[in-house]
Structure formats: C-alpha cells, structure tokens
C-alpha cells in the first residue's frame, strides 16, 4: 500500500517591482495631503507630491524605454520643433502602475477640476470615476492613450506647450521625475508660465527628486480678481539638460483624437 503524500502547493511566482509599486499607490495617494495640493494648485497652477513612486520603481519603469512593443507611437521632438528629445505614448492596456496611477489618482482631482470649471463658466464637468471619462473620450473620437515616456539628454529640452489632444480636455495633469538630478543628470528643469491678461508671463520653476511628482494645469486656471474669476494661461515644459539623461512618466488624463 502506497503511502499518502500531501500535494505540493502551487508557489506564486515573486512579485515584481511594478507589481508591488501598484500594491502601496493607492496607500501613497490616500496619504497624501490633498488640501495643501488644492490650495497651492490654486495659486500656483502647481503642486508637488513627494515621494509618490520608489526608486526601484522608478529605475523599473525607465528599463520599459527600449520596449517598443509597450508603445503605439515614438515622437521625436526636432522633427517637429517641439524642442529636441524623443518621448514614446503607451498603447494599451496601459502598464499596471501607469494604469493605476491614471485611474486612482483622477477622482482626487476631479472635484478640483469641477470647482475650475465652474469658476471659469466652461464645460464640461467631470464624472467622479476615469473609466467614466474615458468612456466619454472614446465616444467622442478621443480612442489613442495619452499617458508617456519622455527621455532628454545632454542639450535636450521641451518647449513651453500645451497637452490637448482634442475637445475633451480634463484640466490637470501629472509628471513624475525617473531620474536622480545631480546624479542622472543636470539642468533638465521642469518649468511652468503662466499668463494673465494685460500682465507680462510669470514663470515657475519646479525642482523634483527622483519619485516625486508635479500636478499642474493643462490649459489654464481660474485666479480670482476684483471683479471676480479670469482665467490664466498655463505652458509647461524642460530647461535644457546640461548632462546624463533624464526620464519623466506623464500621466494625462483625457485620450487623444
């Protein structure tokens, strides 16, 4: 008589960095401090969240850049006058962190989207979920995902520019630093200009560690006057680097036509 013998249990296989990163980002943006972003967004069109992806995170998700198969199209700036450098727009389904970030962070800054709108009398308003979004998008033509890679190297830079993409534009947008400065790379700064009415530009200079991110506005921001809200007009874009390679994560949150 054969002796019993316990199954072996199946093992799961180790999860990956990304996998784990998606594990702690819905606990890092519950965390974070959303009324001070609210109240500096709504001074300066800007706002940072420190620390929002881990190093190993970060070097993971730059290791993705040689991947063509995870991207639909590759732009290169020059061609273009965009500024020179090169970014890749993911296909879908979008990565697991990319997709997670896109989604989770979005009903947070819905509600600010919302109050934007309304205080600049424009439309559209904003359903609370990003799959509800979406589903606009799509019906209205807007099929092509908009979440990004940029790389930049030594005299590399990104113009002051807009992300709209079409008629659906939801007004805030979000880029992570993948790079350490001082180490990956110098120069390489993230920039903001705003213009308001009859007034020269005002320009914002954002400084970010590797992980951090920086929510700004994409179009333009309602700021408050004696006659009450006007809106002011955004541009963002990179100094030019002065050495080693930078690698950012754009997460915007409307599709493109």
């Not at 009324?35 to 290791?63: F, N």
């Not at 979004?133 to 940029?150: D, K, S, V, W």
């Not at 805030?172 to 700064?189: C, H, K, N």
Request: proline share 8%; aromatic share 8%.
């Amino acid at each position: 008589m054969r002796p019993e013998t316990t199954p072996k249990r199946a093992v799961d296989p180790p999860a990956s960095p990304l996998d784990r990163a998606v594990a702690h980002l819905s606990e890092r943006l519950a965390s974070c401090d959303w009324k001070r972003l609210e109240d500096e967004l709504d001074r300066y069109g800007c706002a940072i969240i420190e620390s929002l992806l881990p190093s190993v995170t970060c070097r993971t998700l730059r290791q993705l850049y040689p991947d063509d198969t995870l991207f639909r199209s590759r732009i290169q700036m020059g061609r273009h006058g965009f500024g020179k450098g090169e970014y890749k727009y993911f296909e879908y389904p979008l990565p697991p962190i990319v997709a997670t970030l896109r989604d989770e962070a979005y009903p947070y800054l819905a509600p600010i989207a919302n109050r934007w709108q309304a205080a600049m009398k424009l439309e559209p308003r904003f359903p609370p979920e990003h799959a509800a979004f979406i589903e606009r998008c799509h019906a209205a033509g807007q099929t092509r995902p908009t979440p990004l890679l940029l790389q930049y190297e030594a005299d590399d830079y990104n113009c002051l520019h807009q992300d709209i993409y079409g008629d659906l534009v939801f007004p805030l947008q979000i880029a992570v630093l993948l790079s350490t400065p001082g180490e990956d790379f110098t120069g390489g700064e993230f920039v903001l200009t705003e213009q308001r009415p009859r007034m020269q530009s005002r320009a914002e200079v954002v400084s970010l560690r590797q992980g951090d991110a920086v929510v700004f506005a994409v179009r333009h921001r309602p700021a408050q006057g004696t006659k009450g809200s006007y809106r002011v007009q955004m541009r963002h874009g990179v100094s030019r680097l002065r050495s080693g390679h930078r690698h950012t994560l754009g997460i915007i949150f409307h599709d493109a036509s």
